[in-house]
């Protein structure tokens, strides 16, 4: 591999060929690299391996990163929370990351913060779960089981009633339940993708059924990133230390913006769909910018 300024970590086809356009227009040569190719050597520059890279990136982008085992994890996060100790800026940095794909860590986040989201419970027995559920029924409510590690809308299931959870084994032993605020009719939230402390892009995803993710057959439209709507995204980013992030918004039953989820490894494929410029530029923008470096506009 020929060296680069940026490296792409994971996640190859659609973004990743719109990000190496963007930073190409922005004079800055990037590459990509999976996540295998990845370790920490003694032979290597500063003690990381990446690929046949001998020297390190000014900026890394963490793209996706592929399932794995626990120890594959491990090495992954480690790697990233090294090059960060070297100096190099990586968005997002181990720390973010793990702190929005664990959505126990996320909820805990946001409420240390101030920033408005759901009440959540995270607890190991199928005894608690069903406490929780049958207090959130005597006081009118219903709530969302989700996976802990989950993405895309996979996974989710609404509890009205403690006969409605599954069995341990089919949560891995953890039941993450957040109080539903959705309406029964009328599905929509909101995606706001959030880059450098500005919001970049927003869409509103009209569901088919109370799921509004855009993999799950949401339908997306356009709408204003700024306002109220990009404040609490960029609040909520700023919470779990994210360079970027797709935060997910939605309205309780008072009208009130809650915070649902912070993705700190988004797609946006399905927002650039509605959105009328580049948004991999901005991106590039937004983290050229947080290397004291200049970008041409786009």
């Keep these: 591999m020929s060296e680069a300024e940026v490296l792409v970590l994971g996640g190859g086809g659609w973004h990743w060929k719109r990000l190496e356009a963007a930073f190409a227009c922005r004079g800055v040569r990037a590459a990509r690299l999976a996540f295998d190719s990845c370790g920490l050597a003694a032979d290597g520059p500063g003690g990381v391996r990446l690929g046949t890279l001998r020297a390190l990136p000014r900026l890394i982008v963490v793209r996706a990163m592929p399932p794995g085992s626990f120890e594959q994890v491990t090495l992954r996060l480690g790697v990233l929370h090294a090059l960060a100790a070297l100096g190099v800026r990586?968005?997002?940095?181990?720390?973010?990351?793990?702190?929005?794909?664990?959505?126990?860590?996320?909820?805990?986040?946001?409420?240390?913060?101030?920033?408005?989201?759901?009440?959540?419970?995270?607890?190991?027995?199928?005894?608690?779960?069903?406490?929780?559920?049958?207090?959130?029924?005597?006081?009118?409510?219903?709530?969302?089981?989700?996976?802990?590690?989950?993405?895309?809308?996979?996974?989710?299931?609404?509890?009205?009633?403690?006969a409605d959870l599954p069995p341990p084994e089919a949560v891995a032993g953890v039941y993450h339940l957040q109080r539903f605020i959705g309406r029964e009719t009328g599905w929509h939230d909101w995606r706001v993708l959030v880059a450098g402390g500005e919001p970049v892009a927003a869409m509103v995803r009209h569901g088919k059924g109370w799921i509004t993710n855009i993999r799950q057959g949401a339908r997306p439209e356009p709408h204003e990133a700024g306002g109220e709507l990009g404040e609490a995204a960029v609040a909520a980013a700023a919470a779990v230390g994210a360079a970027y992030a797709g935060v997910d918004l939605m309205r309780d039953p008072e009208g009130r913006l809650q915070v649902l989820e912070v993705n700190s490894m988004p797609a946006w494929q399905g927002l650039q769909s509605v959105t009328g410029f580049d948004i991999a530029g901005r991106l590039a923008d937004r983290l050229l910018a947080g290397l004291g470096q200049r970008a041409a506009a786009a």
């Excluded at 940095?93 to 860590?105: F, G, H, L, T, Y």
């Excluded at 406490?131 to 509890?159: D, M, T």
């Design 90 to 162: 990586v968005a997002n940095e181990a720390a973010a990351i793990e702190r929005c794909v664990d959505k126990s860590a996320t909820g805990f986040h946001l409420a240390r913060a101030g920033v408005p989201s759901p009440p959540a419970w995270t607890v190991e027995t199928e005894a608690a779960a069903r406490l929780l559920a049958e207090e959130a029924r005597a006081a009118g409510h219903a709530l969302v089981l989700k996976p802990l590690f989950g993405n895309q809308g996979k996974g989710l299931r609404l509890v009205r009633a403690a």
